[in-house]
DNA sequence: ATAAAACCTGAATCAGTTGTCATATTTTAT
DNA sequence: ATAAAATATGACAACTGATTCAGGTTTTAT
Protein backbone atom coordinates (compact mmCIF):
# COMPACT_ATOMS: atom_id res chain seq x y z
CA UNK A 1 0.00 0.00 0.00
CA UNK A 2 1.31 3.72 -0.95
CA UNK A 3 1.63 4.29 3.04
CA UNK A 4 1.79 8.27 2.70
CA UNK A 5 0.62 8.50 6.25
CA UNK A 6 -0.65 12.22 6.66
CA UNK A 7 -0.86 13.46 10.44
CA UNK A 8 -4.47 13.19 10.61
CA UNK A 9 -5.58 16.45 10.58
CA UNK A 10 -8.02 18.05 12.88
CA UNK A 11 -11.71 17.54 12.22
CA UNK A 12 -12.16 21.60 11.10
CA UNK A 13 -8.54 22.17 10.02
CA UNK A 14 -8.65 23.85 6.51
CA UNK A 15 -7.36 22.35 3.54
CA UNK A 16 -7.04 25.29 1.22
CA UNK A 17 -4.75 28.63 1.56
CA UNK A 18 -8.38 30.31 1.69
CA UNK A 19 -9.65 28.67 4.57
CA UNK A 20 -6.12 28.76 6.57
CA UNK A 21 -6.82 32.90 6.08
CA UNK A 22 -10.50 32.48 7.62
CA UNK A 23 -9.54 30.30 10.29
CA UNK A 24 -7.02 32.63 10.96
CA UNK A 25 -9.38 36.28 10.79
CA UNK A 26 -11.58 34.30 13.06
CA UNK A 27 -9.10 33.52 15.67
CA UNK A 28 -7.79 36.84 15.63
CA UNK A 29 -11.16 38.45 15.95
CA UNK A 30 -12.30 35.89 18.84
CA UNK A 31 -9.01 37.11 20.80
CA UNK A 32 -10.20 40.56 20.20
CA UNK A 33 -13.90 40.04 21.16
CA UNK A 34 -13.48 37.98 24.08
CA UNK A 35 -10.63 40.54 25.54
CA UNK A 36 -13.19 43.14 25.20
CA UNK A 37 -16.25 41.75 25.78
CA UNK A 38 -15.18 38.80 27.74
CA UNK A 39 -16.49 35.32 26.60
CA UNK A 40 -19.91 35.18 28.38
CA UNK A 41 -20.83 38.25 26.99
CA UNK A 42 -18.85 37.86 23.56
CA UNK A 43 -21.25 36.14 20.99
CA UNK A 44 -20.44 33.85 17.71
CA UNK A 45 -21.88 36.73 16.40
CA UNK A 46 -19.51 39.04 17.61
CA UNK A 47 -17.03 37.11 16.75
CA UNK A 48 -17.54 36.39 12.97
CA UNK A 49 -18.83 40.14 12.50
CA UNK A 50 -15.52 40.83 13.37
CA UNK A 51 -13.62 38.79 11.28
CA UNK A 52 -15.93 39.77 8.99
CA UNK A 53 -17.46 35.86 8.47
CA UNK A 54 -20.98 34.66 8.29
CA UNK A 55 -22.27 32.74 11.66
CA UNK A 56 -21.99 29.74 9.76
CA UNK A 57 -18.52 30.13 9.17
CA UNK A 58 -17.22 29.50 12.49
CA UNK A 59 -18.60 26.28 12.70
CA UNK A 60 -16.56 25.25 9.48
CA UNK A 61 -13.34 25.58 11.89
CA UNK A 62 -14.53 25.22 15.17
CA UNK A 63 -17.25 22.98 16.82
CA UNK A 64 -17.75 25.38 19.53
CA UNK A 65 -17.27 28.70 20.79
CA UNK A 66 -15.56 26.65 23.91
CA UNK A 67 -13.43 25.57 21.85
CA UNK A 68 -12.25 28.59 20.03
CA UNK A 69 -11.30 29.57 23.47
CA UNK A 70 -9.06 26.48 24.22
CA UNK A 71 -7.08 27.12 20.95
CA UNK A 72 -6.61 30.91 22.24
CA UNK A 73 -5.34 29.66 25.64
CA UNK A 74 -2.67 27.71 24.25
CA UNK A 75 -1.71 29.93 21.80
CA UNK A 76 -1.62 32.65 24.06
CA UNK A 77 0.23 30.35 26.67
CA UNK A 78 2.77 29.95 23.94
CA UNK A 79 3.42 33.40 22.56
CA UNK A 80 4.25 34.91 26.11
CA UNK A 81 6.40 32.14 26.88
CA UNK A 82 8.28 32.69 23.30
CA UNK A 83 8.30 36.13 24.09
CA UNK A 84 9.62 35.36 27.79
CA UNK A 85 12.52 33.23 26.86
CA UNK A 86 13.55 35.96 24.29
CA UNK A 87 13.93 38.52 26.39
CA UNK A 88 15.70 36.54 29.27
CA UNK A 89 18.41 35.22 27.29
CA UNK A 90 21.90 36.61 28.06
CA UNK A 91 21.10 37.14 31.35
CA UNK A 92 24.06 36.68 33.35
CA UNK A 93 22.37 34.77 36.39
CA UNK A 94 18.78 34.15 37.55
CA UNK A 95 18.21 36.66 39.90
CA UNK A 96 18.72 39.38 36.03
CA UNK A 97 16.85 36.83 34.21
CA UNK A 98 13.76 37.28 37.23
CA UNK A 99 14.30 41.28 36.46
CA UNK A 100 14.41 41.15 33.16
CA UNK A 101 11.59 38.41 33.20
CA UNK A 102 9.52 40.32 35.61
CA UNK A 103 10.16 43.54 33.56
CA UNK A 104 9.39 41.64 30.00
CA UNK A 105 5.92 39.87 31.36
CA UNK A 106 4.78 43.51 32.73
CA UNK A 107 5.24 45.32 29.29
CA UNK A 108 3.58 42.41 27.29
CA UNK A 109 0.54 42.76 28.95
CA UNK A 110 0.60 46.01 28.67
CA UNK A 111 0.33 45.51 25.33
CA UNK A 112 -1.57 42.82 24.89
CA UNK A 113 -4.47 42.88 27.85
CA UNK A 114 -6.45 40.67 26.02
CA UNK A 115 -4.18 37.87 27.18
CA UNK A 116 -5.37 38.38 30.59
CA UNK A 117 -8.94 38.53 30.10
CA UNK A 118 -9.19 35.25 28.05
CA UNK A 119 -7.01 33.19 30.45
CA UNK A 120 -8.67 34.46 33.25
CA UNK A 121 -11.60 33.82 31.84
CA UNK A 122 -10.98 30.38 30.74
CA UNK A 123 -10.81 29.69 33.98
CA UNK A 124 -14.62 29.39 35.08
CA UNK A 125 -14.90 27.85 31.34
CA UNK A 126 -12.62 25.09 30.99
CA UNK A 127 -10.95 24.85 34.23
CA UNK A 128 -8.70 21.88 33.48
CA UNK A 129 -7.00 24.15 30.54
CA UNK A 130 -6.23 26.68 32.78
CA UNK A 131 -4.69 24.71 35.31
CA UNK A 132 -2.28 23.25 32.56
CA UNK A 133 -1.10 26.68 31.88
CA UNK A 134 0.11 27.49 35.04
CA UNK A 135 1.13 24.00 35.81
CA UNK A 136 3.01 23.76 32.34
CA UNK A 137 4.16 27.46 33.28
CA UNK A 138 5.30 26.29 36.98
CA UNK A 139 7.03 22.95 35.83
CA UNK A 140 9.05 25.06 33.60
CA UNK A 141 9.46 28.09 36.41
CA UNK A 142 10.60 25.31 39.18
CA UNK A 143 13.44 23.39 36.92
CA UNK A 144 14.68 26.82 35.96
CA UNK A 145 15.49 27.45 39.84
CA UNK A 146 16.69 24.28 40.48
CA UNK A 147 19.00 24.65 38.03
CA UNK A 148 20.00 27.86 38.97
CA UNK A 149 20.06 26.77 42.96
CA UNK A 150 22.64 23.96 41.73
CA UNK A 151 25.10 26.66 40.34
CA UNK A 152 24.75 28.75 43.83
CA UNK A 153 23.31 31.16 42.28
CA UNK A 154 20.50 31.16 44.64
CA UNK A 155 19.64 29.75 48.21
CA UNK A 156 18.52 26.11 48.77
CA UNK A 157 15.00 26.13 49.25
CA UNK A 158 11.97 24.43 48.03
CA UNK A 159 11.99 25.90 44.45
CA UNK A 160 8.49 24.71 43.62
CA UNK A 161 6.45 26.65 46.19
CA UNK A 162 9.15 29.72 44.93
CA UNK A 163 7.67 28.75 41.72
CA UNK A 164 4.21 29.57 42.26
CA UNK A 165 5.05 32.38 44.76
CA UNK A 166 7.20 34.11 41.91
CA UNK A 167 4.31 33.40 39.30
CA UNK A 168 1.59 35.10 41.75
CA UNK A 169 3.84 38.17 41.98
CA UNK A 170 4.00 38.61 38.63
CA UNK A 171 0.21 38.03 38.00
CA UNK A 172 -0.90 40.54 40.63
CA UNK A 173 1.90 43.16 39.60
CA UNK A 174 0.15 42.61 35.86
CA UNK A 175 -2.78 43.23 37.09
CA UNK A 176 -2.50 46.52 38.68
CA UNK A 177 0.05 48.13 37.18
CA UNK A 178 -0.04 47.25 33.96
CA UNK A 179 -4.04 46.69 33.15
CA UNK A 180 -5.37 48.50 35.86
CA UNK A 181 -3.13 51.84 36.25
CA UNK A 182 -3.34 53.43 32.97
CA UNK A 183 -1.01 56.32 33.30
CA UNK A 184 2.79 55.60 32.66
CA UNK A 185 2.32 52.45 30.17
CA UNK A 186 4.12 54.60 27.54
CA UNK A 187 7.96 55.04 28.20
CA UNK A 188 10.69 52.45 28.07
CA UNK A 189 11.28 52.24 32.16
CA UNK A 190 7.69 52.65 32.68
CA UNK A 191 8.02 49.59 35.11
CA UNK A 192 11.65 49.93 36.01
CA UNK A 193 10.30 50.86 39.95
CA UNK A 194 8.87 48.24 40.55
CA UNK A 195 11.15 45.45 39.40
CA UNK A 196 13.28 47.33 41.29
CA UNK A 197 11.48 46.52 44.58
CA UNK A 198 11.19 42.78 43.71
CA UNK A 199 15.00 42.90 42.79
CA UNK A 200 15.49 44.32 46.30
CA UNK A 201 13.28 41.73 48.08
CA UNK A 202 15.32 38.75 46.00
CA UNK A 203 18.65 40.34 47.04
CA UNK A 204 17.51 41.44 50.39
CA UNK A 205 14.80 39.73 51.98
CA UNK A 206 12.09 41.89 53.42
CA UNK A 207 13.59 41.69 57.10
CA UNK A 208 15.67 44.57 58.23
CA UNK A 209 18.97 41.94 58.90
CA UNK A 210 19.49 39.68 56.31
CA UNK A 211 20.10 37.21 59.05
CA UNK A 212 18.98 33.38 59.60
CA UNK A 213 16.49 32.32 62.48
CA UNK A 214 14.77 29.41 63.99
CA UNK B 1 -42.69 66.69 63.08
CA UNK B 2 -42.17 63.84 64.26
CA UNK B 3 -38.66 63.07 62.55
CA UNK B 4 -37.56 59.94 63.42
CA UNK B 5 -35.33 59.72 60.65
CA UNK B 6 -34.80 56.07 59.78
CA UNK B 7 -31.66 54.91 58.50
CA UNK B 8 -32.96 54.77 54.59
CA UNK B 9 -33.20 51.11 54.24
CA UNK B 10 -32.19 49.70 50.42
CA UNK B 11 -35.23 48.72 48.49
CA UNK B 12 -35.38 45.03 48.72
CA UNK B 13 -34.33 44.68 52.75
CA UNK B 14 -36.84 42.71 54.64
CA UNK B 15 -39.09 44.18 57.45
CA UNK B 16 -39.51 41.01 59.45
CA UNK B 17 -37.87 38.40 60.90
CA UNK B 18 -39.43 36.18 58.71
CA UNK B 19 -37.81 38.15 55.60
CA UNK B 20 -34.57 38.65 57.13
CA UNK B 21 -34.43 34.75 57.50
CA UNK B 22 -35.33 34.24 53.92
CA UNK B 23 -32.89 36.76 52.61
CA UNK B 24 -30.09 34.44 54.31
CA UNK B 25 -31.48 31.63 53.27
CA UNK B 26 -31.17 33.15 49.69
CA UNK B 27 -27.44 34.40 50.09
CA UNK B 28 -26.01 31.26 51.52
CA UNK B 29 -27.88 29.28 48.73
CA UNK B 30 -26.18 31.68 46.28
CA UNK B 31 -22.56 31.01 48.21
CA UNK B 32 -23.03 27.86 47.77
CA UNK B 33 -24.31 27.12 44.18
CA UNK B 34 -21.88 30.14 42.56
CA UNK B 35 -19.17 28.24 44.49
CA UNK B 36 -19.46 24.79 42.64
CA UNK B 37 -21.58 25.83 39.57
CA UNK B 38 -19.54 28.94 38.63
CA UNK B 39 -21.98 32.45 38.58
CA UNK B 40 -22.97 31.90 34.78
CA UNK B 41 -24.18 28.06 35.27
CA UNK B 42 -25.67 28.83 38.11
CA UNK B 43 -29.24 29.75 37.26
CA UNK B 44 -31.53 31.74 39.98
CA UNK B 45 -33.76 28.67 39.49
CA UNK B 46 -30.52 26.74 41.24
CA UNK B 47 -30.25 29.27 43.61
CA UNK B 48 -34.27 28.88 45.23
CA UNK B 49 -34.08 25.61 44.36
CA UNK B 50 -30.97 25.26 47.44
CA UNK B 51 -33.02 27.88 49.19
CA UNK B 52 -36.01 25.88 49.18
CA UNK B 53 -37.97 29.21 47.95
CA UNK B 54 -39.73 30.00 44.90
CA UNK B 55 -37.83 31.81 41.67
CA UNK B 56 -40.00 34.79 42.54
CA UNK B 57 -39.39 35.05 45.72
CA UNK B 58 -35.56 35.63 44.54
CA UNK B 59 -36.84 39.02 43.54
CA UNK B 60 -38.17 40.16 46.77
CA UNK B 61 -34.76 40.92 47.89
CA UNK B 62 -32.43 41.20 45.31
CA UNK B 63 -32.90 42.65 41.93
CA UNK B 64 -30.66 40.65 39.66
CA UNK B 65 -28.65 37.79 39.80
CA UNK B 66 -25.67 40.35 39.02
CA UNK B 67 -26.69 42.01 42.94
CA UNK B 68 -26.59 39.02 44.80
CA UNK B 69 -22.99 38.45 43.76
CA UNK B 70 -22.13 41.80 44.65
CA UNK B 71 -23.08 41.43 48.00
CA UNK B 72 -21.40 38.33 48.01
CA UNK B 73 -18.27 39.86 47.24
CA UNK B 74 -18.21 42.45 49.46
CA UNK B 75 -19.47 39.84 52.63
CA UNK B 76 -16.44 37.42 51.65
CA UNK B 77 -14.32 40.25 51.89
CA UNK B 78 -15.47 41.51 55.30
CA UNK B 79 -15.40 38.07 56.50
CA UNK B 80 -12.10 37.03 55.20
CA UNK B 81 -10.28 40.17 56.44
CA UNK B 82 -12.02 39.86 60.45
CA UNK B 83 -10.63 36.02 60.12
CA UNK B 84 -6.64 37.01 59.29
CA UNK B 85 -7.26 40.15 61.10
CA UNK B 86 -8.32 38.00 64.17
CA UNK B 87 -5.27 35.17 63.03
CA UNK B 88 -2.68 37.82 63.21
CA UNK B 89 -3.06 39.50 66.30
CA UNK B 90 -0.52 38.54 68.99
CA UNK B 91 2.26 38.49 66.51
CA UNK B 92 5.33 39.81 67.75
CA UNK B 93 6.43 41.75 64.66
CA UNK B 94 5.56 42.09 60.65
CA UNK B 95 7.71 39.34 59.56
CA UNK B 96 5.58 37.27 61.87
CA UNK B 97 2.62 38.18 60.96
CA UNK B 98 3.28 37.96 57.35
CA UNK B 99 3.59 34.32 58.18
CA UNK B 100 0.63 33.80 60.35
CA UNK B 101 -1.15 35.48 57.92
CA UNK B 102 -0.20 33.60 55.09
CA UNK B 103 -1.27 30.48 57.02
CA UNK B 104 -4.44 31.30 58.09
CA UNK B 105 -5.15 32.51 54.13
CA UNK B 106 -4.20 29.19 53.02
CA UNK B 107 -6.53 27.17 55.72
CA UNK B 108 -9.17 29.80 55.48
CA UNK B 109 -9.06 29.39 51.56
CA UNK B 110 -9.10 25.27 51.73
CA UNK B 111 -12.41 25.67 54.38
CA UNK B 112 -13.76 27.79 52.15
CA UNK B 113 -13.22 27.05 48.56
CA UNK B 114 -16.53 28.97 47.34
CA UNK B 115 -14.46 32.42 48.66
CA UNK B 116 -12.26 32.19 46.08
CA UNK B 117 -14.65 31.32 43.13
CA UNK B 118 -17.33 33.66 43.67
CA UNK B 119 -14.56 36.76 43.95
CA UNK B 120 -12.58 35.37 40.92
CA UNK B 121 -15.41 35.28 39.24
CA UNK B 122 -17.27 38.62 40.06
CA UNK B 123 -14.17 39.94 37.67
CA UNK B 124 -16.05 39.44 34.89
CA UNK B 125 -19.25 40.33 35.87
CA UNK B 126 -18.42 43.47 37.72
CA UNK B 127 -14.90 44.18 37.07
CA UNK B 128 -15.14 47.34 39.20
CA UNK B 129 -16.24 45.22 42.51
CA UNK B 130 -13.17 43.16 42.09
CA UNK B 131 -11.04 45.94 41.86
CA UNK B 132 -12.10 47.75 44.79
CA UNK B 133 -11.78 44.42 46.87
CA UNK B 134 -8.19 44.14 46.48
CA UNK B 135 -7.46 48.00 46.37
CA UNK B 136 -9.25 47.96 49.46
CA UNK B 137 -7.10 45.01 50.62
CA UNK B 138 -3.94 46.59 48.90
CA UNK B 139 -4.79 49.69 50.78
CA UNK B 140 -4.35 48.56 54.48
CA UNK B 141 -1.96 46.11 53.74
CA UNK B 142 0.74 49.14 52.84
CA UNK B 143 -0.22 51.13 55.54
CA UNK B 144 0.52 47.89 57.67
CA UNK B 145 4.02 47.59 55.95
CA UNK B 146 4.52 51.64 56.28
CA UNK B 147 4.20 51.08 59.91
CA UNK B 148 6.15 48.37 60.10
CA UNK B 149 9.04 49.79 58.48
CA UNK B 150 8.99 53.11 60.73
CA UNK B 151 9.28 50.45 63.48
CA UNK B 152 12.42 49.14 61.60
CA UNK B 153 10.99 46.05 61.52
CA UNK B 154 11.49 45.62 57.47
CA UNK B 155 13.60 47.56 55.19
CA UNK B 156 12.85 50.77 53.41
CA UNK B 157 11.19 50.50 50.11
CA UNK B 158 8.07 50.78 48.16
CA UNK B 159 5.59 49.29 49.91
CA UNK B 160 2.88 49.39 47.26
CA UNK B 161 4.49 47.38 45.35
CA UNK B 162 5.56 44.99 47.94
CA UNK B 163 1.58 45.01 49.04
CA UNK B 164 0.40 44.07 45.77
CA UNK B 165 3.90 41.37 45.83
CA UNK B 166 2.48 39.62 48.45
CA UNK B 167 -1.20 39.33 47.21
CA UNK B 168 -0.45 37.57 44.25
CA UNK B 169 2.31 35.09 46.11
CA UNK B 170 -0.49 34.46 48.25
CA UNK B 171 -2.87 34.53 46.03
CA UNK B 172 -1.28 31.70 43.63
CA UNK B 173 -0.10 29.43 46.68
CA UNK B 174 -3.84 29.49 47.72
CA UNK B 175 -4.89 28.37 44.18
CA UNK B 176 -2.30 25.44 44.52
CA UNK B 177 -1.71 24.40 47.37
CA UNK B 178 -5.00 24.99 49.42
CA UNK B 179 -7.41 24.47 46.45
CA UNK B 180 -5.86 22.34 43.40
CA UNK B 181 -3.55 19.69 45.57
CA UNK B 182 -6.36 18.29 47.58
CA UNK B 183 -4.13 16.22 49.46
CA UNK B 184 -3.00 16.79 52.79
CA UNK B 185 -5.16 19.44 53.23
CA UNK B 186 -6.17 18.04 56.22
CA UNK B 187 -3.82 18.12 59.74
CA UNK B 188 -2.99 21.37 60.79
CA UNK B 189 0.50 21.57 60.06
CA UNK B 190 -0.49 20.99 56.18
CA UNK B 191 1.00 24.56 55.01
CA UNK B 192 4.16 24.37 57.11
CA UNK B 193 6.18 23.91 54.45
CA UNK B 194 5.11 26.52 52.17
CA UNK B 195 5.42 29.20 54.94
CA UNK B 196 8.51 28.10 55.68
CA UNK B 197 9.83 28.57 52.24
CA UNK B 198 7.88 32.08 52.14
CA UNK B 199 9.56 32.99 55.42
CA UNK B 200 13.11 32.23 54.28
CA UNK B 201 12.39 34.62 51.34
CA UNK B 202 11.63 37.65 53.49
CA UNK B 203 14.82 37.12 55.92
CA UNK B 204 17.49 36.01 53.66
CA UNK B 205 16.01 36.96 49.93
CA UNK B 206 16.46 34.20 47.34
CA UNK B 207 20.45 35.23 46.18
CA UNK B 208 22.85 33.07 48.13
CA UNK B 209 24.31 35.90 49.77
CA UNK B 210 22.31 38.53 51.52
CA UNK B 211 24.56 41.33 50.12
CA UNK B 212 23.29 44.91 48.44
CA UNK B 213 23.57 45.68 44.98
CA UNK B 214 23.98 48.72 42.74
C1' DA C 1 -60.66 40.05 65.34
C1' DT C 2 -59.52 42.32 61.32
C1' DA C 3 -57.37 45.24 58.04
C1' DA C 4 -52.97 46.27 56.17
C1' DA C 5 -48.49 45.13 55.15
C1' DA C 6 -45.17 41.90 54.11
C1' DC C 7 -44.06 37.87 52.04
C1' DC C 8 -44.32 33.91 48.92
C1' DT C 9 -45.64 31.38 44.68
C1' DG C 10 -44.69 29.45 40.02
C1' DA C 11 -46.49 29.84 35.47
C1' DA C 12 -45.77 32.88 31.73
C1' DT C 13 -43.10 36.28 29.24
C1' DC C 14 -39.37 37.79 26.77
C1' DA C 15 -34.80 38.49 25.02
C1' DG C 16 -31.09 36.33 23.59
C1' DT C 17 -27.99 32.27 22.24
C1' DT C 18 -25.84 28.48 20.08
C1' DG C 19 -25.48 25.48 16.54
C1' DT C 20 -27.72 23.50 11.87
C1' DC C 21 -28.63 23.27 7.12
C1' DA C 22 -29.84 23.81 2.32
C1' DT C 23 -27.91 26.48 -0.97
C1' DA C 24 -24.47 29.37 -3.42
C1' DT C 25 -19.78 30.50 -4.54
C1' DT C 26 -14.86 29.76 -5.03
C1' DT C 27 -10.84 26.88 -5.53
C1' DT C 28 -8.47 22.71 -7.00
C1' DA C 29 -7.43 18.84 -9.89
C1' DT C 30 -7.67 16.69 -14.27
C1' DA D 1 -12.89 23.54 -19.42
C1' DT D 2 -15.25 21.06 -16.12
C1' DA D 3 -16.33 18.09 -12.31
C1' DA D 4 -15.37 17.54 -7.53
C1' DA D 5 -14.04 19.34 -3.28
C1' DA D 6 -13.77 22.97 -0.21
C1' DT D 7 -15.52 27.04 1.58
C1' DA D 8 -19.03 30.58 2.61
C1' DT D 9 -23.74 32.18 3.51
C1' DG D 10 -27.54 33.68 6.59
C1' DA D 11 -32.06 32.40 7.89
C1' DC D 12 -33.85 29.60 11.36
C1' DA D 13 -34.85 25.79 14.68
C1' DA D 14 -34.40 24.71 19.31
C1' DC D 15 -33.37 26.05 23.57
C1' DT D 16 -31.89 28.57 27.74
C1' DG D 17 -32.49 31.36 31.51
C1' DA D 18 -33.57 35.99 33.68
C1' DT D 19 -37.29 38.64 35.18
C1' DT D 20 -42.36 39.80 35.79
C1' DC D 21 -46.82 39.49 37.68
C1' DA D 22 -51.43 38.48 39.45
C1' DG D 23 -52.97 36.31 43.04
C1' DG D 24 -52.55 33.45 47.51
C1' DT D 25 -50.63 33.08 52.40
C1' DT D 26 -48.55 34.61 56.62
C1' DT D 27 -47.30 38.14 59.86
C1' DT D 28 -47.97 42.55 62.16
C1' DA D 29 -50.49 46.34 64.16
C1' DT D 30 -54.58 48.05 66.14
Do not use: C
Amino acid sequence: MSTTTQAPQPPGAPKTARGARTRAKILVAAEDTFGSLGYHRAGVTDITRAAGVAQGTFYTYFTSKEEILRELVMDLGHKLRAHLAAQVIGSGDRLEAEEQGLRAFLQYLADHPSLYRVLQEAQFVDEAIYQEYYETFARGYTDMLNAAARKGEIRAGNNQHRAWALMGMSHFLGLKYALWDQRAKQGDGAFDPIVETISDLFHNGLALNGRDRG
